[in-house]
Nanobody
Framework: QVQLVESGGGVVQPGGSLRLSCAAS????????MAWYRQPPGKQRELVAT???????DYADSVKGRFTISRDNARNTVHLQMSSLKPEDTAVYYC?????????????WGQGTQVTVSS
């Protein structure tokens, strides 16, 4: 069964840094893309960053220049390096993987990890 497990969340002061990781297992087919989403308290889920190849990345305007997404060589792990964190970055962060199944692509999600930016 497909499992995505996030780690690295926690509490950090404004201006600080955190590194999130997501390990994917149970995926035997090709992974097309991996991404990070977040859901701030009382708000809808939003896309933070996505990558399909090590050199192909995209970021939300709100995190551009502060966050970096990366994948390992096997494309089964994705990281999100976050710096210059702001209180507005407080959210549950979710790992997302797009992979092939039955001739099409499906979306799988992790359980989420809490990031709190507070002084």
């Amino acid at each position: 069964q497909v499992q995505l497990v996030e780690s690295g969340g926690g509490v950090v002061q404004p201006g600080g840094s955190l590194r999130l990781s997501c390990a994917a297992s149970g995926i035997n087919s090709r992974i097309r893309a991996m991404a990070w989403y977040r859901q701030p308290p009382g708000k809808q889920r939003e896309l933070v960053a996505t990558t399909s190849t090590p050199r192909n990345t995209d970021y939300a305007d709100s995190v551009k220049g502060r966050f970096t997404i990366s994948r390992d060589n096997a494309r089964n792990t994705v990281h999100l390096q976050m710096s210059s964190l702001k209180p507005e970055d407080t959210a549950v962060y979710y790992c997302n993987v797009i992979h092939e199944a039955a001739g099409t692509y499906v979306s799988s999600w992790g359980q989420g990890t809490q990031v709190t930016v507070s002084s």
